[in-house]
C-alpha cells in the first residue's frame, strides 16, 4: 500500500472517528440508555468479576502463606481453604461493621423522632408568646398555606398521604431487593469458578491473542491488564487500610471528649471513607445531625475535632499508608470524583479514581516514550551532522 492510500485511510478513519462522536453526542440520552440496558444483562458477570478481584486479594495471600508448606496435600487443599477463608474474613468484616453500624442508627431514629416532637412542642409555644411581634412572618406563612398553630398535624395529615407511595415503594424496594440477592448468588458463583480457575482462564486468553493478534498488540495488552490490576489492588488494600484507620481515631477520639454515639459514628466516618474525597464529610454530616439531636454544641465541637483530623489524616497517615499507589494529582482525583459521580453515583465515585490512574499512568508511559525517541532521533541526526562536518573539515584540511 502506497504512502498516499495510507494517507487517505487514515483520513477516512478520523473522519469516521468524528462522525461518531457528532453523533453519539447528539443521541447521548438514548446512547446511555443502551448502555444501561446491556449492563443490566450482563451486570452479574460484571459483578461477579468484581467480588472475584476483591476475594483474590485475600487469597493470594493465604496461597502465598499455605505454599510455605511442600507438603502434597497441603498443596491440593491450599486453593479451596484459601477461598473459603477471604469468604469467611470479608463476611465477618462486613457483619462486624453492620452490627456496630445499624443498632446504633435504630437508636439515632428513635432519638431523632422524640427530638423533633419535643422541637414541635417548644416552636408552638415560642410561636404563641411571640407570633405577635412578628406579623410580617405570620403573613409570609398564611399566604403559602402553612398553618403555625396546626404544624405538627398537618405534617402528620401529609404523611399520611405519603403512607400509599410508601407502601408501593416499598414494594418496590423488596422486589429489587429480591432481584438483587439473585444476581448476587450468581455473580458469587460465577467469581467462585474464575478463582478455582484462573490460571487456566489465563492461558486460555494467552492463546486466544497469540492466535488473533500480534506479539506487540499482546505485550501492550497484558501490560495494560497487569497496570489495571496493580493499580486496583493497592487501591481497595489502601483506602480499606485507610478507611479503618480514620473510622478507629475517630471513634477513639469521640470516646475521649465523650461525644454520644462514638462508636456509630466512627464505622459510619470509616465506611463513608471508602468513597474518595468526599466520602469523610458524608459521614460527618450523617455524625453532625445526629450529635446534634442530643447537644448542638457537642456537634460543633465534633465537626471541629473531624476537620483537625482528616487534616492529620490526610497529610500524616494517607500518604505513608496508601503512599503513590494511586500516583494521581489531587487535581486529577477531584475531576475524576466529580465526573464518577455524576455518571454512576457512589459507584462512579468509588472506581473513578483507580480508574483514571490508570489512565493517567499509561498516558505518562506513553508520553515518556515518545520524548525518548524523539530525543535519541534528534541525538542521532546531530551526530550525524557532527560527522558531515568532520568529513568536511577533513576534506577542506587535505586539499
Not at 443502551?34 to 493470594?60: D, E, R, T, W, Y
Not at 487501591?235 to 475521649?256: K, W
Not at 499507589?325 to 472506581?351: C, D, E, H, K, R
Not at 493517567?360 to 524523539?374: F, P
Amino acid at each position: 500500500m502506497t504512502d498516499r492510500y495510507r494517507h487517505l485511510w487514515k483520513v477516512a478513519g478520523i473522519g469516521a472517528a468524528l462522525i461518531l462522536l457528532y453523533s453519539t453526542l447528539q443521541n447521548f440520552s438514548t446512547v446511555i440508555g443502551v448502555a444501561k440496558h446491556f449492563l443490566s444483562i450482563f451486570f452479574p458477570l460484571f459483578l461477579g468479576c468484581c467480588i472475584a478481584f476483591v476475594l483474590n486479594i485475600p487469597m493470594s495471600l493465604l496461597e502465598k502463606l499455605f505454599g510455605t508448606c511442600k507438603k502434597p496435600w497441603m498443596q491440593k487443599i491450599k486453593r479451596p481453604v484459601s477461598i473459603l477463608l477471604s469468604i469467611v474474613i470479608i463476611v465477618a468484616l462486613l457483619y462486624l461493621i453492620i452490627n456496630l453500624v445499624v443498632p446504633e442508627l435504630i437508636k439515632g431514629g428513635k432519638v431523632l423522632v422524640d427530638s423533633l416532637s419535643t422541637a414541635f412542642d417548644k416552636f408552638d409555644v415560642w410561636w404563641a408568646e411571640n407570633s405577635g411581634k412578628h406579623p410580617q412572618l405570620a403573613e409570609f406563612l398564611h399566604e403559602r398555606g402553612i398553618d403555625i398553630n396546626n404544624l405538627q398535624s398537618s405534617l402528620l395529615v401529609k404523611l399520611q398521604g405519603w403512607t400509599p407511595k410508601l407502601i408501593s415503594n416499598t414494594v418496590a424496594i423488596i422486589t429489587s431487593g429480591i432481584s438483587g440477592i439473585i444476581n448476587f448468588f450468581m455473580a458469587l458463583v460465577f467469581a467462585l469458578y474464575i478463582l478455582t480457575s484462573k490460571e487456566k482462564l489465563t492461558r486460555q486468553f494467552s492463546r486466544l491473542f497469540e492466535a488473533f493478534i500480534s506479539v506487540k498488540a499482546e505485550r501492550r495488552f497484558m501490560h495494560i491488564a497487569s497496570t489495571t490490576y496493580q493499580t486496583f489492588a493497592k487501591f481497595v488494600v489502601g483506602q480499606c487500610t485507610e478507611a479503618v484507620i480514620l473510622g478507629t481515631l475517630c471513634a477513639i477520639g469521640m470516646l475521649i471528649f465523650r461525644m454520644p454515639y462514638a462508636v456509630m459514628i466512627g464505622a459510619l466516618v470509616g465506611v463513608t471513607a471508602l468513597i474518595p474525597i468526599v466520602g469523610a464529610f458524608l459521614g460527618a454530616g450523617v455524625g453532625a445531625f445526629m450529635i446534634a439531636m442530643v447537644n448542638p454544641l457537642t456537634a460543633l465541637g465534633f465537626v471541629i475535632y473531624l476537620i483537625i483530623l482528616q487534616q492529620i489524616e490526610g497529610n500524616l497517615i494517607y500518604p505513608r499508608v496508601v503512599g503513590s499507589s494511586v500516583g494521581l494529582p489531587a487535581i486529577w482525583v477531584f475531576a475524576a470524583v466529580m465526573v464518577g459521580g455524576g455518571l454512576g453515583g457512589l459507584a462512579g465515585m468509588v472506581f473513578a479514581v483507580p480508574t483514571t490512574s490508570v489512565c493517567y499512568k499509561l498516558i505518562r508511559e506513553e508520553i515518556a516514550a515518545r520524548e525518548m525517541r524523539k530525543a535519541m532521533a534528534s541525538q542521532s541526526a546531530g551526530d550525524g551532522t557532527a560527522g558531515d562536518n568532520t568529513g568536511t573539515a577533513g576534506d577542506n584540511a587535505a586539499q
